[in-house]
């Protein structure tokens, strides 16, 4: 058994001893597109009271599922896999949260331990990446982050936050751009007088944003030689129109002849809508959904295979919502 979790993971070039760990391999889940791993994340300098997040991609690039598990060296510092067991070639992210108003100190740096284990959990490697911040003590952030939830796509609901300075500068904030987020910002001034100033800030989510999570910092740019630019976290899920659950259907191993079901369900969150095709049936696949409009669609997807050999299908599901919304749903099986 040992040797069999040695051969699919791939850890180690040389035997080791049983429950002995495995430097360095939960490390190569966290690899970034461009082949690089990441030593951690520094938030940078921040107003004081921000709430920080940062999310860290995860890829199971091994043969069997691995467990996730995190802990940290302060409680400013929080994360959470997901999901919490990583199955063979499936991506999910491990989000980060760094909360200002714990700090004992304005400059904070923590270790994140990520410790990966093997189905039996006789192997395991840990990783450590070092999270750090520094909380500006002129400038404080009210409330701690742009939090909007859950939104349907083409509401534009939108946060005021309030940024204030205290100090010798004559303190200005010269440019909201919205860069890569999806808002439109503007930026307020409320009052001056002893030398304290206090801004308004309202970010307002786009008609046009895309489906999926935003999180990240949108960058004020002030005119403080020393600290030009003020970071305002956000965080909003934008829902699709058209959405599936799951979006995958497993039937593991089968036999030829053999038939198995797996339900999905297609919502089109609270608008009524048609299902008007599902492409991609056939070689015993088959859909049959129903010809009546509703928000939400349970589709059977029945699977008989006509062939062994491994299956990686499609089904695309095409609705009347907006004009022709389609969504996908993948098969995968095996076939003795």
Not at 7 to 13: D, E, K, N, Q, R
């Amino acid at each position: 058994m040992r040797m069999a979790v040695l051969t699919v993971l791939g850890l180690m070039a040389a035997p080791v001893a049983y429950g002995q760990e495995a430097p360095g391999w939960a490390a190569k889940l966290l690899r970034t597109e461009d082949g690089k791993i990441p030593s951690g994340h520094d938030f940078g300098t921040v107003p004081r009271g921000a709430m920080l997040r940062h999310r860290f991609p995860m890829t199971n690039i091994y043969a069997v599922p691995l467990q996730i598990v995190t802990s940290v060296s302060c409680g400013c510092v929080s994360a959470t896999p997901t999901p919490q067991v990583l199955q063979p070639k499936e991506t999910g992210f491990l989000d980060v949260t760094m909360d200002t108003t714990k700090f004992n100190t304005p400059n904070k740096r923590v270790e994140l331990y990520v410790t990966v284990y093997s189905p039996d959990q006789r192997f395991s490697s840990t990783t450590t990446l070092a999270i750090s911040g520094t909380y500006r003590v002129d400038v404080t952030l009210y409330p701690a982050q742009a939090e909007f939830g859950t939104v349907p796509r083409g509401q534009v609901p939108a946060k005021d936050l309030r940024v204030s300075y205290a100090g010798p500068l004559k303190w200005e904030i010269a440019a909201a751009p919205n860069e890569s987020a999806p808002f439109d910002v503007q930026v307020q001034p409320l009052n001056r007088q002893n030398g304290r100033v206090d801004y308004q800030v309202r970010l307002a989510l786009k008609a046009d944003a895309p489906a999926g999570t935003h999180r990240g910092e949108l960058n004020l740019v002030t005119n403080d030689p020393n600290n030009r630019q003020i970071p305002i976290p956000y965080d909003v899920t934008v829902l699709a129109p058209l959405s599936v659950s799951p979006d995958m259907a497993k039937y593991g191993t089968m036999k030829v002849g053999d038939q198995a079901v797996r339900n999905v369900i297609v919502s089109g969150n609270g608008r009524p809508f048609r299902i008007v095709e599902v492409e991609g049936q056939g070689d015993g696949l088959t859909v049959e959904p129903s010809p009546v409009a509703a928000p939400r669609h349970a589709l059977t997807v029945k699977f008989q295979p006509t062939q062994p050999g491994p299956v990686q299908r499609t089904l695309t599901i095409k609705t009347d919502l907006d004009g022709g919304g389609t969504v996908t749903v993948r098969v995968q099986a095996v076939v003795q």
